[in-house]
């Protein structure tokens, strides 16, 4: 994991564990890192998914996931929800941070449209339009099940909007890089703002 930080901020790296019934998940984050990631879960697909939300949101991810029930969906959904609650407790108090983020991303024939709020105030919008069955193997349902969990636990506002392809990958893979440039926009420390101040007129997030 990388230990670089802008000057003068804190630290903002995480650690989260969820072991239940189902799963267990480790996951590390550091939001100011190098974008490496070392990710294994068993699942091929969603393992390039994560690492390309690393090597694009320039986070380091370390994330370890089993399943114990060998049900598909539980992992998938524990995966990306310890995932994103630990984006969160790494962002700490968001102060400084530059707040909003967009980016628009083209993978060949298929374009997708992100734009991310870091406010407190959970909400999320995705058309994905995938229109095959499964992605890479994994069911088309799971696909959308993994981003949904992501934006839902990032205690974020989030729209994500597939404009248009005809490969349901590109557009998968469109979407989390759009993600990734929209939250490392985001979640970039604006040196311009007071030390510990958030960016908010209520002055709080």
């Known amino acids: ?39 294994k879960t068993g699942l091929s697909f969603i393992d390039h998914l994560i690492v ?12 370890k996931a089993v399943s114990n029930d060998g049900i598909l969906h539980h992992l998938v959904e524990d995966i990306a929800t310890t995932l994103s609650q ?11 941070v530059t707040r909003f983020g967009y980016a628009t991303v083209p993978m060949d024939e298929a374009l997708a449209h992100v734009a991310l709020d870091l406010v407190k105030r ?5 058309r994905l339009k995938l229109t095959t069955g499964a992605v890479e193997g994994i069911p088309s349902e799971e696909v959308e099940h993994f981003m949904r ?17 005809d ?13 990734a440039l929209a939250f490392r926009m985001a979640a970039s420390i604006d040196n311009r703002q007071d030390e510990g101040v958030v960016p908010s007129t209520k002055g709080a997030m």
């Open 52 to 63: 390309a939300l690393a090597k694009h949101s320039m986070m380091d991810i370390n994330l």
């Open 122 to 126: 959970q909400f999320h919008h995705i």
């Open 1 to 39: 994991m990388g230990d670089y930080h802008p000057p003068g901020s804190t630290l903002r790296k995480s650690k989260n564990k969820r072991v239940t019934k189902e799963t267990h998940v480790e996951v590390e984050v550091s939001i100011d890192g190098a974008g490496r990631a070392e990710v």
């Open 167 to 179: 490969n349901d990958h590109h557009k998968i893979e469109s979407t989390i890089k759009a993600f």
């Open 149 to 165: 969990s992501l934006v839902q636990n990032l205690n974020a506002c989030t729209h994500i909007m597939v404009e248009y392809g």
């Open 86 to 96: 630990s984006i969160d407790k790494a962002l700490l108090q968001r102060s400084q």
